[in-house]
């Protein structure tokens, strides 16, 4: 379907031909006149064969849209919803989303798409854990490195990549734990198949094992955490820290526990937790305690109930395994349903005051990536980088997600009601319709 131009206010080239972008110029000189329009957010898209953004109007700062499957792009329009809409003359009508996050895989350099785990270290350096390839370097200047031998990391499948505080990354394989300080891999210890790594505030290490246990090192010594029955606490996988400085970890098969003031709680299936298989947990800046299941989805500790209804677990999915909570109050939840997020405040409301959960968000882009499911396994799955985008572990590569970019989209959707039937029988009605007594079914048809 072709499509003309659509009228557009026109700015002459003597208006913008000052801008200080050389490729922007050369566009500018070959135009008497530019089909311009202003978009929400107070800058400019400019169709001129390619498409170009003016973002930054104060300091006129142009940048091309590359990977448009047209260049000869006559017109633009923004819609209520934020989409930008194009008319590429033969090419047809065509619209554009802004993507809220980017991913790294087999395209941008990965050995696979199936990353398990993602950390970064206080210089920059992305860290990713790839199954059956191995320990995976990108560097913030884009450049990836996958770790072997040369290095000395075993070629090997990974169990955990994690980054500590001081700059050293650890990374699991069946050989044992590894830990590479600046100067190439070393082993650490014999512990075979680790499934989580943790340092916390006062900088103990705490290591969860298959069958070895969970360890704690501190002060260089090493000490296992046993239940008060003397049974050993195994497959630790998922560590988060409290504000009271309380650590709780989740465990793959046995539930969840407490650490606080050298005494270990537990807090699984016998005390309530819906499903002892916790993939993650996140306790947020005010003490909330969320976790992540196999078979349960979400839920939340109230102190002295969980929370975790029918809705919640149909909304998010059975299979949650990141859980995150940002500094704009939303809720980011990795699942076998892809990325999603919520509300955090109204969520918590929801929980205290029996109402309905609040809506779950995906995140937005192509239906590819929406359902892009995230990694179960050691952890970390989900971290913070220092740039503030959030990095998702998943089955097609690395997902970095910009929390500061998402804003929900607040405009209904239109609806056309196409039949309305009262008691199964068909009746008009564009003027409304009025129920008289006695009535037993309604039926609305409609498209939305």
Not at 71 to 78: I, K, N, P
Not at 153 to 172: E, H, I, K, N, Q
Not at 174 to 203: H, T
Not at 243 to 250: A, T
Request: proline fraction near 7%; charge should be neutral; hydrophobic fraction near 40%.
């Amino acid at each position: 379907m072709a499509c003309d131009a659509a009228r557009l206010t026109p700015v002459r080239r003597r208006a913008i031909s000052d801008v200080p972008c050389g490729s922007a110029g050369s566009v500018v000189e070959r135009f008497d006149q530019l089909p311009v329009r202003s978009e929400r957010k107070g800058g400019l898209w400019v169709s001129a064969g390619a498409l170009w953004h003016f973002s930054d109007l104060d300091r006129v700062v142009a940048a091309p849209i590359p990977d448009l499957p047209a260049d000869s792009v006559r017109s633009v329009l923004e819609d209520r919803e934020g989409g930008i809409w194009l008319c590429a003359g033969a090419s047809g009508l065509m619209r554009m989303r802004a993507m809220h996050y980017r991913s790294l895989a087999v395209p941008e350099g990965l050995p696979s798409n199936n990353v398990k785990h993602v950390t970064q270290d206080r210089a920059g350096n992305l860290w990713l854990g790839v199954q059956h390839e191995g320990v995976v370097r990108v560097s913030p200047d884009g450049s990836i490195k996958l770790q072997g031998p040369a290095e000395g990391a075993p070629v090997s499948d990974p169990t955990l990549v994690y980054s500590g505080r001081d700059g050293s990354v650890w990374a699991g394989f069946s050989a044992g734990l590894f830990v590479n300080r600046g100067q190439g891999w070393q082993p650490y210890s014999d512990f075979r198949f680790v499934r989580g790594v943790y340092e916390d505030r006062q900088g103990a290490l705490w290591i969860g094992t298959r069958s070895s246990g969970l360890v704690r090192i501190k002060d260089n010594v090493p000490a296992e955490i046993k239940l008060p029955s003397g049974e050993p606490i195994v497959r630790a996988a998922a560590f988060s820290e409290a504000p009271d400085g309380s650590l709780y970890i989740g465990t793959r098969t046995d539930g969840l526990y407490r650490f606080s003031e050298g005494r270990i709680t537990p807090l699984n299936k016998e005390q309530g937790l819906p499903s002892n298989e916790v993939r993650d947990v996140h306790v947020d800046s005010e003490g909330n305690v969320w976790v992540g299941m196999r078979r349960r989805g979400l839920a939340l500790w109230l102190g002295d109930r969980w929370y975790n209804p029918e809705e919640l677990v149909n909304a998010v999915s059975h299979h949650v395994s990141a859980v995150y909570a940002d500094a704009y109050d939303r809720l980011w939840i990795g699942s076998s349903a892809g990325v999603l997020w919520i509300s955090r405040r109204d969520l918590i409301a929801a929980a205290r005051e029996g109402r309905p959960i609040p809506p779950v968000h995906a995140i937005t882009g192509t239906n590819d990536a929406l359902d892009v499911p995230v990694w179960s396994g050691g952890q970390p799955v989900v971290w913070p980088g220092s740039d503030g985008l959030l990095w998702f572990a998943t089955r097609r590569g690395a997902i970095a997600v910009d929390p500061r970019a998402i804003e929900p989209n607040t405009v209904p959707p239109p609806v056309h009601v196409e039949r309305v039937l009262v008691d199964r029988q068909e009746v008009k009605h564009a003027g409304g319709v009025v129920l008289p007594a006695g009535v037993r079914t309604l039926t609305v048809e409609y498209t939305g």
